[in-house]
C-alpha cells in the first residue's frame, strides 16, 4: 500500500522529527534484543544442568522405589510433595522474570523410633527431587517468558529497519522533491515576471517621448 502524506513543508518536518527518534530508539531496541538473548541461552543452560539435576534425584530413588511402596503406615510421597513454591521477581531488559526462592514442604511428623532408619534419607532424597524439579519448572517459565519477549522485540526492530525508517526516508525524499519543484517552478515564474516588469520600464520612456512631441505639434499648430 502505497504511502499517504502531504506534500508540504510541515509535512516534512514532522517526517523528520519522527525519523530522528525512530533512529534513536532502534540502537535501544537491538540493545535491549542482545541482552534478551545473552539471557535467553545463560536460562537455557541453567535448565539444561537442572535437568540433569533433577533426573540424577530421579534415578536415586528409583534404586530404593520398590521399598517406599511396600512400607505402609507413612505417607512418604505426600510429605515429600511441595506444599509452596515461592518466588520472587527479576528485571531483565525490561522484562519481569521469575526466580525460585524456596520449597515448601509438610511438616513431617513421625516416631523415629516406629520407622524404619532409611526412612528420614528417603523423605530427604524425595524431598530433592521435588526441590529439582520445582527448579526445572520455574527455568522453563522464565525461558518461556524470555523468548515471548525477544520474539516481540525482533519483530519491532524489523519493523523499524525494514517498514518505518524506510517509509519516512520516502517520505522525506518525495517532499523534498516536490518542495524544489515547486521552488524551481517559483523561480521560473519570478523570471518571465522580472522580464515582463523590465520591459516595461524600457518601452515606458518611448511612450512618454511620443506624447511629448505630440503634444509638441499641436502647440505649434496652434501658434500658427
Known amino acids: 500500500m502505497a504511502l499517504k502524506i502531504k506534500l508540504t513543508r510541515p509535512e516534512l518536518k514532522r517526517y523528520r522529527d519522527r525519523l530522528v527518534?525512530?533512529?534513536?530508539y532502534l540502537p535501544m531496541l537491538k540493545l535491549k534484543q542482545q541482552q534478551l538473548q545473552v539471557t535467553l541461552r545463560e536460562v537455557a543452560e541453567r535448565r539444561r544442568e537442572a535437568e540433569k539435576a533433577a533426573d540424577e534425584a530421579a534415578e536415586k530413588i528409583?534404586?530404593?522405589s520398590s521399598v517406599l511402596q511396600d512400607f505402609p503406615g507413612m505417607p512418604l510421597k505426600k510429605l515429600a510433595a511441595a506444599e509452596e513454591v515461592r518466588t520472587s521477581t527479576r528485571?531483565?531488559?525490561?522484562?519481569?522474570?521469575?526466580v525460585l526462592e524456596e520449597v515448601v514442604f509438610p511438616e513431617a511428623e513421625y516416631s523415629l523410633f516406629a520407622t524404619p532408619a532409611w526412612v528420614d534419607q528417603a523423605?530427604?532424597?524425595m524431598r530433592e527431587k521435588a526441590r529439582r524439579r520445582a527448579a526445572v519448572e520455574i527455568l522453563c517459565e522464565e525461558e518461556a517468558v524470555l523468548q515471548r519477549e525477544l520474539a516481540r522485540t525482533i519483530q519491532r526492530v524489523n519493523l523499524f529497519e525494514k517498514v518505518v525508517i524506510p517509509q519516512c526516508r520516502e517520505a522525506i525524499?518525495?517532499?523534498r522533491i516536490k518542495l524544489g519543484d515547486e521552488m524551481t517552478a517559483g523561480v521560473g515564474r519570478a523570471k518571465i515576471a522580472k522580464g515582463k516588469l523590465a520591459h516595461t520600464f524600457v518601452d515606458a520612456p518611448k511612450g512618454e517621448e511620443s506624447l511629448l512631441e505630440q503634444s509638441g505639434e499641436g502647440s505649434t499648430e496652434e501658434a500658427d
Open 62 to 64: 528409583e534404586r530404593y
Open 173 to 175: 525524499r518525495r517532499i
Open 91 to 98: 528485571n531483565i531488559a525490561g522484562v519481569e522474570i521469575p
Open 123 to 125: 523423605l530427604s532424597d
Open 21 to 24: 527518534r525512530f533512529q534513536r
